[in-house]
């Protein structure tokens, strides 16, 4: 079973440059997840999924958008990319929000 | 922000003996969960305990849980050099969160096992 997959591995991008970061599931979890993981700071929520054609925002959501594609995919989009930005971006899908999240494997993004 | 703060953030054993996490939150929970995350991996999920359960077994990992300290233990034992990763708390909120409650993951205890 792949699980949770994310596409790419890892980006560099320019300040001011936008792109979306790709997530999809393969066990028909109903709730997805973004997060950013950054040295000393844990993982913090960036937007969710509960089910299937709602979004809401978790902790840090400005300068971020995502879509709810179908019940397998989850995507990431920046904008206008910043240096803030710079970060690990994980995405996660559990069978509830208050079951074991799955995660991918993460993209490492740096924005110059 | 934050509700589960683990405790230390870095501990080095040797090869065999036992290893204990803590992790303190501030508000009620449902569940607290605890995730191991090896180098550039993302995060694996190890084991649930619901908030009215107070010790949790799963082969070589315990886990107990004091709602009335708000605090919650990993221990593993006989440690493994396999062993050796970042150990993550999160908790998913209680009665006063409602449907939009979310899992909040503390920053993280690195556990490095010596062979």
């Known amino acids: 079973n792949a699980g949770v997959t994310q596409t790419p591995k890892f980006q560099v991008l320019k300040t001011g440059q936008s792109m979306t970061l790709q997530c999809a599931q393969d066990?028909?979890?109903?709730?997805m997840y973004w997060y950013r993981q950054d040295p000393g700071m844990g993982l913090r929520l960036i937007y969710y999924?509960?089910?299937?054609?709602?979004?809401d925002k978790g902790e840090v959501p400005n300068g971020y958008n995502v879509s709810r594609l179908n019940k397998r995919e989850f995507s990431l989009r920046l904008e206008s990319a910043a240096p803030s930005q710079t970060s690990v971006y994980f995405c996660?899908?559990?069978?509830?929000?208050?079951?074991?999240?799955?995660f991918g494997d993460g993209t490492r993004l740096s924005i110059l | 922000s934050q509700q589960g703060e683990e405790d230390p953030q870095a501990l080095s054993i040797q090869e065999g003996e036992n290893a204990t996490m803590n992790c303190s939150y501030k508000?009620?929970?449902?569940?607290l969960q605890w995730y191991r995350q090896n180098s550039g991996r993302g995060l694996v999920h190890l084991i649930l305990?619901?908030?009215?359960?107070r010790e949790k077994h799963s082969g070589r990992l315990r886990v107990t849980l004091d709602t009335s300290k708000k605090s919650s233990s990993l221990l593993i034992t006989a440690s493994r050099a396999a062993d050796t990763a970042s150990y993550f708390c999160?908790?998913?909120?209680?009665?006063?969160?409602?449907?939009?409650?979310?899992?909040?993951f503390g920053k993280g205890i690195t556990l490095s096992v010596r062979p």
């Open positions: 996660a899908s559990s069978e509830d929000r208050r079951q074991p999240q799955h």
């Open positions: 066990m028909n979890h109903n709730s």
């Open positions: 999924s509960a089910s299937e054609g709602t979004t």
């Open positions: 508000t009620s929970i449902n569940n």
């Open positions: 305990i619901r908030s009215n359960e």
């Open positions: 999160a908790t998913e909120g209680g009665r006063h969160t409602g449907a939009n409650s979310k899992l909040t």
